[in-house]
């Protein structure tokens, strides 16, 4: 072997040595699957259908990975563990990412749900005195910072002509908000499905609105950054195992809704009313979807729940870039 072929692969091997190191290794040479998947995941979603029907876990396993589930109360909290890197993979609403975003979380949007308005409203109590949204002035309205239902509120205070100051919002998790509605700790609760299903059921919760005309509604799924493209194969895989869910579940209503009911606790009957106003389905990003997420951003910093701007369309996946 000449020196000057000994030279060459010399240099090539420090190059990939040194690539390895800097973390920084091509594609050609980069593993071509993770070897455990972290995915967040809430009880009432689509993730906990795939986690209970096992089918994403089976998929993975022929190809050497492991699934890991870790639980979470609510969108904000799930995409914080995004942030930290505690998970690769998340599905949360409308305003969660971006409110992710404007804390300088590296995540990517994969794909989208169907728009679902009548799957979150703000609730009453039957025989309050609150018939419109103009008449939450001055009224203590209860929501999970952060989270979809808390567009829909900003959104329906404006339409009605007030502001987000022209309420007293209280920020409590689902299950405490749920308690305070029972107690008559609060005014009023903007929720989404299965509790808003659940609290007009079993409490007789009246709507004064849904998000009907005035935001579309959106279950986001969501990756680090780097999972995505360290491991753009494994990403895709799972929106299309998401389709598949989806079909699946629209086409199996019954069966979804006992599934989750095992999920979540609550009756099959609750699900089965919140199904019926929840479209599954997983698509990929578009330009107009961006669009929407950004007038969200926009709106979010205009009232002051966002300390910085946010350009929503830094967070596309380079696959849609292409």
Same mark, same amino acid.
């Given at each position: 072997?000449?020196?000057?072929?000994?030279?060459?692969?010399?240099?090539?091997?420090?190059?990939?040595?040194?690539?390895?190191?800097?973390?920084?290794?091509?594609?050609?040479?980069?593993?071509?699957?993770?070897?455990?998947?972290?995915?967040?995941?809430?009880?009432?979603?689509?993730?906990?259908?795939?986690?209970?029907?096992?089918?994403?876990?089976?998929?993975?396993?022929?190809?050497?990975?492991?699934?890991?589930?870790?639980?979470?109360?609510?969108?904000?909290?799930?995409?914080?563990?995004?942030?930290?890197?505690?998970?690769?993979?998340?599905?949360?609403?409308?305003?969660?990412?971006?409110?992710?975003?404007?804390?300088?979380?590296?995540?990517?949007?994969?794909?989208?749900?169907?728009?679902?308005?009548?799957?979150?409203?703000?609730?009453?109590?039957?025989?309050?005195?609150? %018939?419109? #949204?103009?008449? $939450? +002035?001055?009224?203590?309205?209860?929501? @999970?910072?952060? &989270? =979809?239902?808390?567009?829909?509120?900003?959104?329906?205070?404006?339409?009605?002509?007030?502001?987000?100051?022209?309420?007293?919002?209280?920020?409590?998790?689902?299950?405490?908000?749920?308690?305070?509605?029972?107690?008559?700790?609060?005014?009023?609760?903007?929720?989404?499905?299965?509790?808003?299903?659940?609290?007009?059921?079993?409490?007789?919760?009246?709507?004064?609105?849904?998000?009907?005309?005035?935001?579309?509604?959106?279950?986001?799924?969501?990756?680090?950054?780097?999972?995505?493209?360290?491991?753009?194969?494994?990403?895709? %895989?799972? #929106?299309?195992? $998401? +389709?598949?869910?989806?079909?699946?579940? @629209?086409?199996? &209503? =019954?069966?979804?809704?006992?599934?989750?009911?095992?999920?979540?606790?609550?009756?099959?009957?609750?699900?089965?009313?919140?199904?019926?106003?929840?479209?599954?389905?997983?698509?990929?990003?578009?330009?107009?979807?961006?669009?929407?997420?950004?007038?969200?951003?926009?709106?979010?910093?205009?009232?002051?729940?966002?300390?910085?701007?946010?350009?929503?369309?830094?967070?596309?996946?380079?696959?849609?870039?292409?």
């Amino acid at each position: 072997m000449s020196f000057r072929n000994i030279k060459m692969k010399k240099l090539l091997l420090s190059a990939v040595t040194t690539a390895v190191l800097m973390g920084s290794l091509p594609a050609a040479f980069a593993e071509t699957a993770p070897k455990v998947v972290n995915i967040g995941y809430q009880k009432a979603n689509i993730f906990a259908l795939l986690k209970y029907r096992g089918t994403l876990d089976a998929d993975f396993k022929k190809q050497g990975i492991d699934v890991h589930w870790v639980e979470f109360t609510a969108g904000p909290q799930m995409l914080e563990g995004l942030n930290v890197g505690s998970i690769d993979l998340a599905a949360t609403g409308d305003a969660p990412p971006v409110i992710a975003q404007a804390a300088q979380a590296d995540l990517v949007y994969l794909a989208h749900s169907p728009a679902s308005p009548k799957t979150e409203a703000i609730v009453v109590p039957e025989n309050s005195t609150v %018939k419109t #949204v103009a008449d $939450l +002035k001055g009224k203590r309205v209860a929501l @999970n910072k952060g &989270s =979809d239902v808390n567009y829909l509120l900003v959104a329906a205070l404006e339409k009605a002509g007030l502001t987000y100051k022209d309420i007293t919002p209280v920020y409590l998790t689902p299950s405490d908000a749920r308690a305070a509605f029972q107690r008559g700790a609060i005014d009023a609760w903007a929720i989404w499905d299965p509790f808003l299903s659940e609290v007009e059921s079993n409490a007789k919760a009246r709507e004064v609105t849904n998000a009907e005309g005035l935001v579309p509604h959106y279950t986001f799924f969501l990756a680090s950054r780097k999972f995505a493209e360290t491991y753009p194969q494994t990403a895709e %895989k799972l #929106v299309d195992e $998401l +389709k598949t869910t989806s079909d699946w579940a @629209n086409a199996h &209503s =019954d069966e979804t809704a006992g599934i989750l009911s095992k999920s979540t606790g609550l009756d099959k009957a609750i699900w089965a009313k919140a199904l019926a106003r929840m479209p599954f389905g997983a698509e990929r990003m578009t330009p107009e979807v961006f669009k929407e997420q950004q007038v969200l951003a926009d709106k979010f910093k205009q009232v002051g729940l966002l300390p910085v701007a946010v350009n929503v369309s830094s967070a596309t996946w380079s696959l849609d870039k292409k």
